[in-house]
């Protein structure tokens, strides 16, 4: 969720548009109990929404860290750090002042005790409502930008790659010790616990570590067998995530996050053809810089158990983008440009990018 990071970078602000539009879709919907196959595959896709995120998050954080220690000799931890806070947090404690302020005048309903949760960035490890449920998966981005870069700092390359291949298999290896020996690491009520669900971010930093191997290995390949694998990789990502095969979901979540590394892998490194014009078109660009605040705004009007006029179709949608553009343009583009203040600087001309 970095648009002004990304804009050197064909399609990700595209695909970002996408991963935005889908969550609106499946949150203006509601859940998936009771419809068809047919259904959930052609509209509610809300979770591989978030899940695009997370692959883009990996990709462009380990990418910029990567750059940075080839150009620089080092990473700053400083400034990086003041970067993320002046990205993320600006937005995030807005929404949070007014969802308080709602619920202290009785307009929602959030217990207290969550907004510990809330203001620590660990409401995925807690039972929540769905006014703030939304931000697990910004506790979980939270939690990879404080730690990933650490990594980045003091490992080796090696070492960063096994320590995202750990996280690939992670949820699969809590799951496989309850199996063997019955004892349950993590609450399975947590489902959304940072160490369950990092699979599509580490997938995004291996892409990153590896980009110049996958980038000729696409371009190896004409251009109609990459067309076609686009869009086979594309119908059976629809196609898996609205599938629910119960305890065997987690190999399929693995499956659907590889599926999405190697889509993002093509129309990055090959952002041509008619998918490549489409991502990169001003509108999607346009709306792909607004995601982080769609994402934010659009619970409280975007909510399926809500009865409020402003719950339904279409007001619920208009709700949502008017109040994401205004935190664009009244909160976060002030930040962004305060935050190019911290970024390191040499006299060598900056590493290419794509």
Same mark, same amino acid.
């Given at each position: ?81 003041? +970067?993320?806070?002046? +990205? ?24 207290? +005790? ?241």
């Amino acid at each position: 969720m970095e648009p002004r990071e990304a804009r050197t970078i064909p399609s990700l602000d595209g695909l970002r548009a996408i991963s935005i539009v889908l969550v609106l879709l499946g949150h203006g919907i509601g859940g998936a109990e009771g419809h068809s196959f047919l259904f959930r595959f052609a509209l509610l896709h809300a979770d591989l929404g978030v899940r695009i995120f997370f692959v883009i998050s990996g990709f462009l954080i380990t990418r910029l860290l990567i750059e940075e220690k080839e150009r620089f000799g080092s990473i700053s931890l400083r400034l990086f750090y003041i +970067r993320r806070a002046l +990205r993320i947090l600006p937005a995030f404690l807005a929404y949070v002042g007014v969802a308080f302020a709602l619920s202290a005048f009785g307009v929602i309903e959030i217990p207290a +005790r969550l907004w510990i949760f809330v203001l620590t960035y660990t409401i995925n490890f807690t039972q929540s409502v769905w006014q703030v449920g939304h931000l697990w998966s910004l506790s979980v981005e939270e939690h990879f930008y404080m730690l990933w870069p650490l990594a980045m700092r003091f490992a080796s390359l090696r070492a960063c790659v096994w320590i995202a291949v750990t996280a690939i298999f992670g949820g699969v290896l809590v799951r496989g010790l309850f199996v063997t020996t019955g004892y349950e690491l993590i609450n399975p009520q947590f489902r959304y616990a940072t160490p369950l669900v990092l699979g599509p971010i580490a997938m995004g930093c291996l892409l990153a570590m590896a980009q110049d191997r996958v980038r000729r290995f696409i371009g190896a390949f004409p251009q109609w067998t990459g067309a076609t694998a686009t869009a086979a990789g594309i119908g059976a990502l629809l196609a898996m995530d609205a599938l629910d095969l119960g305890s065997a979901n987690r190999i399929l979540r693995m499956v659907m996050d590889l599926v999405l590394t190697g889509l993002l892998a093509r129309f990055v490194f090959v952002p041509g053809g008619l998918a490549g014009r489409v991502l990169n078109s001003a509108p999607l660009v346009f709306v792909g810089k607004l995601s982080y605040s769609l994402y934010l705004w659009q619970q409280l009007s975007m909510n399926p158990f809500g009865h409020a006029i402003l719950n339904r179709f279409p007001w619920n949608l208009l709700v949502a983008c008017a109040a994401g553009c205004a935190s664009w343009f009244v909160i976060e583009t002030r930040f962004l440009r305060l935050r190019q203040r911290f970024r390191r600087v040499s006299l060598s001309p900056p590493a290419e990018t794509c």
